[in-house]
């Protein structure tokens, strides 16, 4: 199943604008959803659900999703700033533990950070073995 978002301008005018497998938005948005454009890349802008259709054709069914671009508001700002911040802060942290799991992965491995072979301790010495007898003069 997909959605399909369209684009309508202050004219009327319906332009296609994405299609997406419904997984992309985990549900179908709403009428009164508010979509922003910069998800996928394409610049900053807000857009507001104002219809959504359900369509049972070939090759599948899928859903139309008709949005309004808008002004954005102090709010819809506010919120873009802190999910951005979230980005961020999540995105280091991600960055320190894929770290941390090559760091272990080349200790098990014997490698160090130079991708060089980590030399093996010698092994400790036979306990039969015997000294060498000091040397009489």
């Excluded at 296609?16 to 985990?26: C, R």
């Excluded at 659900?49 to 002004?71: M, N």
């Excluded at 954005?72 to 941390?100: H, M, S, Y």
Aim: hydrophobic share 30%; charged share 35%.
């Amino acid at each position: 199943m997909e959605i399909r978002v369209y684009t309508i301008d202050n004219n009327g005018k319906l332009e296609s604008d994405s299609i997406s497998p419904i997984e992309s938005f985990g549900e179908v948005p709403q009428v009164g959803d508010t979509l922003h454009e910069g998800l996928r890349g394409t610049g900053v802008g807000f857009y507001r659900v104002e219809h959504r259709y359900f369509f049972q054709s070939h090759p599948g069914p899928g859903w139309a999703i008709i949005a309004r671009k808008r002004r954005p508001t102090e709010l819809d700002n506010a919120v873009l700033r802190a999910w951005k911040d979230d980005d961020e802060f999540w995105g280091e942290i991600d960055r320190q533990e894929a770290e941390e799991r090559e760091r272990e992965l080349r200790r098990q491995l014997g490698i160090d950070e130079n991708h060089n072979a980590i030399p093996k301790p010698k092994p400790p010495r036979s306990p039969k073995a015997k000294k060498p007898a000091a040397r009489k003069k």
